[in-house]
């Protein structure tokens, strides 16, 4: 048996969802014996708190408060689960009432939890920390610099010392070289990369200039600013300007822009609930947003029974081809919005003004004019739009989001934050991901 460990990249549900079968394997193997011993399984989080990217307090895509978990608490980190393949039938039994003890109705009854259907993300993010605790503590994994203790649900999230992953590398043997910090490569019999990456931007802006940077926002940046900030910030967007532009536009059709629109607008409520009662004149102006985006409009996930099966059990996944694959996974995370969110921003629309231009930003600046260096004082931001016909359309802004997506590759070598040095071609890759998905 290989000793080297297999490293998990990110303390998220993908990484719990591991710890917890490690756990139930562990447990099952104690009775029969045969079973092969795993190996080690290390987890690195490069943030100071687990699931990080849904807890807020600036770390991820979220403010943890504001928005609730889009699919119901039941597809929880061990939902789906039918207990590792070729597994007699009671060692198999045994697996799946281990990993039960991991289900998010189990960590409700025993941290007295009124459990619910859509938890916030903070709520979420508790459990999933809780998962990561319970099952370093058991020994199945090892959740490297651990600091925190469980049963502490909202007290406190989960603590952890940063250990950021820079450097993986394949090396002979099927292993590979794993590097954290500036510290010397570990060897690792695999490696597991998580998270959906940083905000992919699939268009230039000025760099540099004040205006643009204090306007611009993208799907982590945007749940930086607290609640009370990000109200007072669309106050400022109603006052600050009077030229009929847009008072945001969104970039994408997908889920981040579907849920930062209803941010906005929410907040928008807020602030004109409190002008309202200040008397203030503006307090009946409508929120502008225009969404842009190559597409039709705001799309649903597909959520139908005969999806789940295809997505569930392994026979039918595997008698699609690799093409359709691709197809399936597409409709599941790009430009796709939650059938709950779209229907919470589609009662919202009373109080915004929404516009669809359809096309790709292809450049945000201040509107400076460089001949004269002469900018309008109510000039916004100036936002160029290129149409499918390949004619360009300029918007005025005052404040822009980035909500074109994630950078789902973000660990090949070729990106900012990429780890995975001499990384094989996407499809190479996503070809040899194995039922386990490994
Ligand atoms: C705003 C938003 C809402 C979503 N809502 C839902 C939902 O309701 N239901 C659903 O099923 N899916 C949702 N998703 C999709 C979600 O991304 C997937 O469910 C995903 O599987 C989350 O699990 P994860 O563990 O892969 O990623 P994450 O929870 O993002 O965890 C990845 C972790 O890796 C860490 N990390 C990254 N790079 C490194 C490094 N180099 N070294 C060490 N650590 C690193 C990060 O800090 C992070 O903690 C949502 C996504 C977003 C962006």
Request: proline fraction near 7%.
């Amino acid at each position: 048996m290989r000793r080297e460990p297999l490293v998990v990249v990110g303390a998220g549900p993908k990484a719990a969802a591991l710890a917890a079968w490690a756990f139930a394997w562990r447990e099952t193997r104690r009775t029969w014996s045969s079973l092969p011993e795993l190996p080690p399984i290390h987890i690195y989080e490069r943030h100071p708190v687990l699931a990080s990217s849904w807890v807020g307090g600036g770390y991820g895509y979220s403010d943890g408060t504001s928005q609730e978990l889009c699919t119901p608490s039941s597809r929880d980190v061990i939902a789906g689960a039918n207990g590792p393949p070729r597994l007699p039938h009671p060692a198999r039994a045994m697996f799946m009432s281990q990993l039960g003890r991991f289900s998010y109705a189990s960590y409700c009854a025993s941290h007295r939890i009124h459990p619910v259907r859509y938890p916030s993300h903070r709520q979420f993010a508790d459990y999933v920390g809780d998962v990561l605790i319970e099952c370093h503590r058991a020994g199945a994994v090892d959740v490297v610099g651990l600091l925190a203790v469980a049963g502490l649900p909202a007290a406190a999230a989960p603590q952890v010392q940063p250990h950021e992953v820079t450097d993986i590398e394949p090396m002979a043997g099927d292993l590979w070289h794993v590097t954290v910090g500036t510290d010397a490569p570990i060897a690792a019999c695999g490696v597991v990369v998580t998270g959906p990456g940083d905000a992919a931007e699939p268009f230039a802006r000025q760099r540099g200039s004040a205006a643009v940077d204090a306007r611009y926002r993208d799907g982590k940046t945007y749940w930086r600013d607290p609640l009370p900030a990000r109200i007072a910030n669309v106050q400022q967007l109603l006052t600050t300007f009077a030229d009929g532009s847009p008072h945001v536009v969104i970039v994408g059709a997908g889920g981040a822009a579907a849920a930062i629109a209803l941010d906005l607008i929410q907040c928008f409520v807020r602030a004109t609930d409190a002008a309202a009662q200040d008397d203030d004149e503006d307090a009946g102006n409508a929120l502008a947003i225009t969404f842009v985006a190559p597409q039709a409009g705001l799309f649903t996930r597909g959520e139908s029974t005969w999806e789940d099966r295809t997505l569930t059990y392994d026979e039918l996944w595997q008698k699609l081809s690799h093409e359709l694959r691709q197809a399936a996974k597409a409709q599941l995370v790009t430009g796709v919005v939650y059938r709950r969110v779209l229907a919470r921003l589609n009662r919202a629309l009373a109080s915004a003004a929404l516009e669809v231009e359809p096309g790709k930003v292809v450049w945000v600046d201040d509107g400076l004019d460089v001949r004269t260096g002469l900018r309008p004082v109510t000039d916004p931001l100036r936002v160029i739009v290129e149409r499918s016909s390949g004619a360009f359309l300029t918007l005025g802004a005052r404040m822009i989001v980035n909500a074109a997506g994630f950078d789902a590759r973000w660990f090949l070598g070729t990106g900012p934050r990429g780890v995975l040095k001499r990384p094989a071609p996407i499809v190479a890759l996503m070809r040899h991901i194995d039922l386990g998905l490994a």
